[in-house]
């Protein structure tokens, strides 16, 4: 199975045109946002401390997993802690942009919150095989209006892709959150289809319908820290539906369609200064 997961992996993204989950959500959010940072490239002003904090949480887990993968060894959460404490550290104090933490909060507070989350995810945590960590995907998206594909391809990392007894896949994903997740979250869930549809094109779907199943491992950042997993499965229609928009935004970017989207999205906007004097 390995070889089939990894048979994907030697795509190098920035040698190619391709769009990511996270920069299709940035689009959707503010395409003035999008503009700033994918086609402007502008330097940040700020930093929300959530970014490293998450960042150092992963970093983390993934040598937790990649540790299990090559050697069976099932790291400590302790030593998780000295992997997240280092990261953290490494990206607040020598970040060269203004770090913003919430009120209450700032470095002590944010690694007692991660000692406490990595003691939660070791606890808690049942592994199945291990078939990838961090396993680069790239796939074609189809034309809807020329036919043939796309000129961008769709690209990411699924943070772990598992398989159960019967070698049915199951891609995982680590999320750090305030809240749980909603019904309306998960049925709604924009990166769950994105990580569908990948699998399904690399020909690694485990359902009649091309879907692949979407596990959520949530480490949920609350007075009492705990830890929940959210399954979520795709239909093709929804994967159509992906790729319809896929279209829409790709072709938006191709026209310089990135008009400025005011909201909520602005509260911790890396580029809000320069968006309020940018006229």
Same mark, same amino acid.
């Given at each position: 199975?390995?070889?089939?997961? =990894? ?18 959500? =940035? ?28 960042? &150092? ?5 993934? =040598? ?21 404490e280092k990261v953290l550290e490494q990206e ?46 790239? %796939? ?5 209006? =020329? ?15 598992? &398989?159960?007894?019967?070698? @049915?896949? @199951? ?7 305030? #809240?749980?997740?909603?019904? %309306? ?8 289809? %994105? ?6 094109? #690399? ?10 199943? %979407? ?33 829409? @935004? ?30």
């Amino acid at each position: 199975m390995s070889v089939a997961i =990894n048979q994907h992996s030697g795509k190098d993204f920035g040698q190619e045109p391709h769009i990511s989950y996270s920069q299709l959500t =940035n689009f959707l959010i503010c395409p003035q946002r999008y503009r700033y940072q994918y086609v402007l490239e502008a330097e940040w002003e700020r930093k929300s401390a959530a970014l490293p904090f998450g960042s &150092a949480i992963h970093r983390a887990v993934e =040598n937790y997993y990649r540790a299990l993968q090559e050697s069976g060894e099932v790291l400590s959460a302790e030593t998780l802690f000295d992997i997240f404490e280092k990261v953290l550290e490494q990206e607040v104090l020598n970040s060269e942009v203004e770090i913003v933490f919430k009120d209450g909060e700032n470095l002590d507070t944010l690694k007692q919150q991660g000692a406490e989350l990595l003691k939660v995810f070791t606890s808690e945590i049942k592994p199945q095989k291990i078939v990838g960590v961090e396993v680069p995907f790239s %796939v074609k998206v189809p034309d809807l209006l =020329n036919r043939g594909f796309l000129p961008v391809r769709l690209v990411g990392f699924f943070d772990l892709v598992e &398989a159960d007894s019967d070698g @049915v896949y @199951v891609v995982v994903e680590l999320k750090t959150s305030a #809240m749980r997740f909603s019904e %309306v979250k998960l049925k709604h869930d924009l990166q769950s289809t %994105v990580y569908s549809y990948a699998m399904a094109q #690399m020909g690694l779907a485990t359902s009649d319908n091309g879907s692949t199943l %979407v596990r959520y491992d949530v480490l949920l950042k609350q007075k009492q820290v705990s830890f929940e997993r959210y399954y979520v499965s795709r239909t093709l229609e929804e994967h159509q539906r992906l790729v319809q928009l896929l279209n829409q @935004v790709v072709k938006a970017v191709d026209l310089g369609v990135f008009y400025r989207l005011n909201g909520w999205q602005c509260g911790e906007c890396q580029f809000l200064r320069r968006c309020m004097s940018d006229f």
